[in-house]
């Protein structure tokens, strides 16, 4: 049996006595060595220099009742025993001097004794291993009776070696994973990893996060969660703000994300806050980051770093503290090769990125969250619906195999069971329902499917602004994106599409009105010639 070795402080109160009914009194350091079942091989006593004399007293008692128990003082000063700063230097000090050696040596550490300051930072050295000890707590005795030395409790900071509290956290970590996947099992290993990872981060940084994926990956869910996450922890006190940054353009993506003074710009007639002003305190997630422009991106880039900003026409910087999220579905890098990203805020963003797997990627997490789907249209409209066995079966055949594109991943998904849903009649989704939802899904798939029309317009200006544009129009720009492809110029372009009004022209200038044309809908001719 390995020598057991306890250090602590001497009890500048408790420990006292010189006169003989001190031995009728509880004193926590002598009654340490007073258990048969807790054999005290040396004993460090600390103490300061001013009670040495009772160090010395504690010591020869000590010889009294346990003679096999070596003292050893150690004179330990502290200007100020409260100043939590001070103590744990001290100690952590002593600990890093002191010959440890765990393998031939079994450690106590006394919390019975000094201030409630000395016991935190035993705990803090303890609980780092900073100090390769165990915990011991002496208990006075209820009644003094014949020098009862009371009672005492080991407690060992390895919590892996309390079944209950590891059962506890195994449970409290698997409640917040499902707290981030919105209560859905899933049962894509590299999925759940990745939440796992996600919520530690989550909850022990403030750092940026940045989530990738493609459309409809639930980045923004996700984005949401991990707020309600640490709003619940009381991390944050302030809103979630979600920008959709795809949707500023020019001035107005500096007003909304920075706010603006009275009179910086015509139509400016009163002060706006600005979006980062309204997440302070909070989270602010900005979806689709690599649509900003740069100088957007240099802002938020300082807003980050030093937590204020310019507002648009003003003179005296506001401040924000918040934390970011972004999210974007393009390769960042790539961005920051064709110069439309900047290299600083990646690299600013770049301390955790989580990559958010489509839905064909986790096929096998379909069924669950097809339950999800059910459940949140019966939350929304109030009718549960349910599918037949063999319904389900049909479905979920055909949504886990190779013919399921979901181009809109989880979005799809959604709008699929809505739409099944509310078809369904009394509740009951039929096997006839599912298969007029396939055949649209496969048809919508067909037209939207990469190297269409409608898929190339959506890849340069977005699925939010698409739809806002008339089939005529899109049919139009379609036509005038594949003239493009084909043209090696912005003028080799203009002269095919403009070919026949060009000629009742004494003087034309086609490059600039295609230039106008594309501008319209946020299209450049780099951004065709660099998707081709």
């Given at each position: ?7 602590g402080f001497l009890g500048?109160t ?6 003989p ?10 009654a340490?060595c007073?258990?048969d079942?807790l054999v005290?091989?040396?004993?460090d ?5 001013q009670h040495?004399?009772?160090?010395d ?5 000590i010889?009294?009742?346990?003679p096999?128990?070596?003292v050893?003082?150690?004179a330990?000063?502290f200007k100020d ?6 103590v744990y230097?001290?100690l ?7 010959p440890?050696?765990p393998?031939?040596?079994d450690?106590?550490?006394n919390?019975?004794?000094g201030?409630h300051?000395?016991q935190i930072?035993?705990?803090?050295l303890?609980e780092?291993r ?9 208990t006075p005795?209820k009644r ?5 030395p009371?009672?005492y ?5 390895d ?7 590891a059962?506890?956290?195994g449970a ?9 996947k ?5 049962r894509?290993?590299a999925?759940n ?8 981060v989550a909850i ?7 989530l ?10 996700l ?17 979630f703000?979600e920008v959709?940054c795809?949707?500023l353009r ?12 009275k009179g910086?710009f015509t ?7 600005g979006?980062?002003k309204?997440?302070n305190?909070?989270?602010?997630f900005?979806?689709?980051?690599g649509e900003?422009?740069?100088?957007e991106?240099?802002?938020i880039l300082?807003a980050i770093e ?7 026409g003003a ?5 924000s503290d ?8 393009r390769d960042?890098n790539?961005r920051?090769?064709e110069?439309r ?8 963003l770049?301390?955790?990125i989580?990559?958010?797997p489509?839905?064909k990627e ?5 069924a669950?969250?097809?339950?999800y ?5 019966a939350?929304?409209?109030g ?6 066995k063999?319904?389900?079966e ?9 013919e399921?594109?979901?181009?809109a991943n ?5 709008a699929?069971v809505t739409r099944?849903?509310t078809?369904a009649?009394?509740?009951r ?8 939802e396939?055949?649209?899904l496969k048809?919508r ?5 990469p190297g269409?029309?409608?898929?190339e ?5 977005g ?10 129009d899109?049919?139009q ?33 086609d490059?600039?009105?295609l230039?106008?044309?594309l501008?319209?809908?946020g299209?450049s ?8």
């Amino acid at each position: 049996m390995k020598p057991r070795v306890v250090i602590g402080f001497l009890g500048t109160t408790l420990d006292q006595g010189k006169t003989p009914d001190r031995w009728n009194r509880w004193r926590p350091t002598v009654a340490l060595c007073q258990h048969d079942d807790l054999v005290i091989d040396r004993l460090d006593l600390l103490h300061s220099r001013q009670h040495t004399a009772l160090a010395d007293r504690v010591t020869r008692d000590i010889g009294q009742v346990s003679p096999e128990t070596r003292v050893v003082p150690h004179a330990t000063e502290f200007k100020d025993p409260w100043d939590f700063e001070e103590v744990y230097a001290a100690l952590h000090a002593f600990a890093r001097a002191y010959p440890f050696d765990p393998d031939r040596e079994d450690y106590l550490i006394n919390i019975t004794t000094g201030t409630h300051v000395v016991q935190i930072c035993w705990f803090l050295l303890a609980e780092a291993r900073v100090v390769p000890a165990r915990l011991l707590q002496m208990t006075p005795p209820k009644r003094w009776k014949d020098g009862a030395p009371g009672t005492y409790g080991i407690i060992d900071l390895d919590l892996s070696r309390y079944d209950l509290i590891a059962t506890r956290f195994g449970a409290e970590q698997a409640e917040a994973q499902s707290f981030l996947k919105s209560g859905i099992e899933t049962r894509n290993p590299a999925f759940n990893h990745m939440i796992d990872r996600i919520e530690h981060v989550a909850i022990k940084s403030k750092a940026p996060l940045l989530l990738t994926g493609p459309t409809g990956a639930g980045k923004s869910q996700l984005a949401r969660r991990i707020y309600e996450l640490k709003h619940a922890r009381h991390q944050v006190k302030g809103p979630f703000v979600e920008v959709n940054c795809a949707t500023l353009r020019g001035d107005q993506a500096m007003s909304a994300l920075f706010g603006h003074v009275k009179g910086a710009f015509t139509g400016a007639t009163t002060d706006r806050p600005g979006l980062l002003k309204a997440a302070n305190g909070g989270v602010l997630f900005l979806d689709e980051i690599g649509e900003l422009g740069l100088d957007e991106q240099a802002m938020i880039l300082r807003a980050i770093e030093e937590k204020r900003f310019l507002p648009v026409g003003a003179d005296k910087e506001t401040q924000s503290d918040f934390q970011l999220i972004a999210g974007t579905n393009r390769d960042l890098n790539a961005r920051v090769a064709e110069g439309r990203f900047r290299e600083d805020l990646l690299a600013r963003l770049n301390l955790w990125i989580f990559r958010l797997p489509g839905l064909k990627e986790r096929r096998e997490d379909v069924a669950p969250n097809l339950d999800y789907e059910l459940k949140r249209h019966a939350e929304t409209s109030g009718d549960m619906v349910t599918f037949n066995k063999e319904a389900r079966e049909r479905y979920l055949a055909f949504a886990t195999s190779p013919e399921a594109l979901w181009l809109a991943n989880f979005r799809d998904l959604g709008a699929s069971v809505t739409r099944m849903a509310t078809l369904a009649l009394s509740g009951r989704i039929t096997e006839a329902i599912v298969m007029e939802e396939i055949e649209r899904l496969k048809g919508r798939w067909q037209r939207d499917e990469p190297g269409s029309d409608t898929s190339e317009i959506e890849r340069l200006i977005g699925r939010e602004r698409l739809s806002e544009i008339d089939l005529f129009d899109q049919a139009q720009l379609a036509a005038v994106i594949r003239t493009c492809r084909q043209s090696r110029s912005l003028s080799e372009a203009g002269r095919m599409l403009f070919a026949v009004s060009r000629l009742a022209k004494s003087s034309s200038n086609d490059a600039d009105r295609l230039k106008k044309y594309l501008a319209r809908y946020g299209i450049s001719w780099s951004d065709i010639a660099d998707s081709a």
